[in-house]
């Protein structure tokens, strides 16, 4: 009789709330030491270290709402039942560690991170901005990098899967 694979679930968790942790922390740090809109050059004409507020979604959609509370509490609860279904899919693929599972983790933590600062401050902080020649990448936050990553990692395997399927075919009957 063999014994049941040890579950991973607890390990994808811990990254989950890494990522959470990583994002309190260096929100909390930019809140406390980079004045609201002031910046601090890391790399000179490349990245720097700013503090902005968000009260929309990505890129600032709706952030110029004429009815903030409501997207406040609109975006909120879709990130709330994101982070739902992306927990839901952890707990049912949690007995392995594969890309796939590491997708979710990032991408769990990263929206608990978000819907954290939504719901308790009303916005979210970012303050990462990168700048590539004369291109100026929107401010981001950990939370946002860590879903980017897991979306990555998603859209990856799927590629990848799907042309290993292309290139086996299945055998006829």
């Not at 990448?137 to 990692?153: E, H, K, M």
């Amino acid at each position: 009789m063999s014994l049941p694979a040890p579950r991973r679930l607890p390990w994808l968790l811990l990254l989950s709330a890494a990522v959470v942790f990583l994002d309190r922390l260096t929100k909390s740090l930019v809140s406390a030491h980079v004045p609201l809109g002031g910046a601090v050059p890391v790399i000179p004409h490349v990245l720097r270290i700013t503090h902005w507020t968000n009260e929309g979604a990505a890129f600032s959609l709706f952030a110029d709402s004429a009815s903030p509370g409501a997207v406040r509490w609109g975006l909120a609860g879709f990130a709330v039942l994101v982070a739902l279904v992306v927990l839901v899919a952890l707990v049912r693929l949690g007995s392995r560690i594969t890309s796939i599972t590491v997708a979710l983790a990032l991408v769990f933590g990263g929206a608990l991170g978000n819907v954290y600062d939504r719901i308790v401050y009303g916005s979210v902080v970012d303050f990462i901005e990168v700048h590539i020649v004369t291109y100026h990448w929107p401010d981001f936050n950990i939370a946002d990098s860590s879903i980017v990553v897991g979306a990555c990692l998603l859209l990856l395997d799927t590629l990848l899967s799907s042309r290993s399927h292309a290139s086996h075919p299945p055998a006829s009957s």
